[in-house]
Structures are given as structure tokens and as C-alpha cells.
């Protein structure tokens, strides 16, 4: 059982690296609604070969892609997500190829069931979170993507990092790991007898720089 959740929760990540999968029906986390929307960058530290981010600028970026994410689910309790960005890497322009630098960032991640006021991790869970596996990312994103677009891809892909934690602990919602299963494998059925949704409209590339 643990196993085959593990591959389905595997299989949900990896497709995610291909695509923005935010116009899909969420995954499944039982009586999940979003609550407190926290982010917080007043510690965060920059890698020194990167191009240069505010805390705003992170606290607003984080904050949209949770947002995005989890405000999709309409449960019947709350659950606050709270997330302290804690370092990161913007690749800049201008970096010879062979030694152009990945974006990356550090995020911490905690749950809080709001109506309990209680924790439900007892550590902070961290991730370390990259671009994705584009073509682009090979050589760094700075010879191809603006600062905004790298923290949107960035936050977008964390917020999503965190989602699939979630998917580990079907317990923090009500669920047992058979229901999520069963849930999951529901979810997809109905994607795959859904008719295609038609690609959206590919934008003009962004000029590079800050």
C-alpha cells in the first residue's frame, strides 16, 4: 500500500516538472481549506553570484504561488501554511555558458490546524527547490528569463514541493492512506475521460535582465 501511494505521489511530481498542472482539479486533501497564508523572507540569505531580490519581492512571490495552489480547495476546516524562505539563487545574465549558475531557493514549510491552534509537523520541513528540467535550466535561466519569471517558476514549483508533503500525511486531513489512494486514482480516471483542454497561447519571449 505505502508503496503504491509513493509511486502515485512520485508519478504527480514528475509530471508537474513539464508543466503548469494549476488548471487541473487539485489533488486530493480531504477537508483541506486554506487558512493563514504566511510568508516570510526577513532572514533569507542570497548565494553572491546571483541577481538581487528584496524580501517583498520573495514574501510576495511565495505567497501568490500558495495562494494559487491551495486556495483551489474548499474543505470544511482550516489549515494555515506558513513558509520561511531561507535562501536562494537567482541566476544572472551575462555568465559564460559553461559556468552558468542554476536559481534555486530554500524554503521551510509548517501546517497549523487553525481551528485547534496546534502544529501538526513537529519540524519545520525543508526543501531545496530548482527551475525545473527545461532545456533552459541546463545552462541557466539568466540568458533566458527575466528575475519575476525565475522567482515565479521558483515559488510556483515550491508551493508544489509542499503539496506533495502534504500528500504524505492523508492523516493531517482526515484521510487514511487506502481513501487518499483511492481518491488519487479517481482523480486521474476522470483527467484521462476528460476532453483535452486546448493549449493556452505560447507569450512573446521576455527580454533578460532584471
Not at 528584496?54 to 495562494?67: C, G, H, I, L
Not at 501538526?120 to 520541513?125: D, H, R, V
Amino acid at each position: 500500500m505505502a508503496r503504491r501511494l509513493a509511486a502515485l505521489i512520485l508519478a504527480l511530481g514528475l509530471a508537474a516538472c513539464a508543466r503548469n498542472d494549476l488548471a487541473e482539479p487539485p489533488v486530493p486533501l480531504g477537508d483541506f481549506a486554506l487558512g493563514l497564508n504566511i510568508a516570510v523572507a526577513d532572514k533569507v540569505q542570497m548565494v553572491p553570484i546571483s541577481r538581487p531580490a528584496t524580501p517583498a519581492d520573495w514574501e510576495a512571490a511565495m505567497s501568490k504561488a500558495v495562494a494559487d495552489r491551495f486556495g483551489r480547495y474548499q474543505g470544511s476546516k482550516l489549515y494555515n501554511i506558513g513558509i520561511s524562505i531561507d535562501g536562494y539563487a537567482l541566476a544572472p545574465p551575462g555568465i559564460p555558458v559553461v559556468a552558468a549558475p542554476k536559481s534555486v531557493v530554500v524554503i521551510t514549510a509548517n501546517i497549523w490546524d487553525d481551528a485547534a491552534q496546534k502544529k501538526l509537523n513537529p519540524e519545520g520541513k525543508q526543501f531545496t527547490v530548482f527551475e525545473g528540467l527545461s532545456g533552459e535550466s541546463v545552462i541557466g535561466t539568466g540568458l533566458t528569463r527575466t528575475k519575476a519569471q525565475q522567482m515565479d517558476a521558483l515559488t510556483y514549483n515550491a508551493a508544489k514541493k509542499v503539496e506533495g508533503w502534504l500528500l504524505e500525511h492523508p492523516e493531517w486531513f482526515g484521510m487514511t492512506p487506502e481513501q487518499l489512494q483511492a481518491a488519487l486514482a479517481t482523480r486521474t480516471a476522470a483527467m484521462k475521460a476528460a476532453p483535452p483542454a486546448a493549449p493556452p497561447a505560447s507569450p512573446a519571449p521576455a527580454p533578460a535582465g532584471n
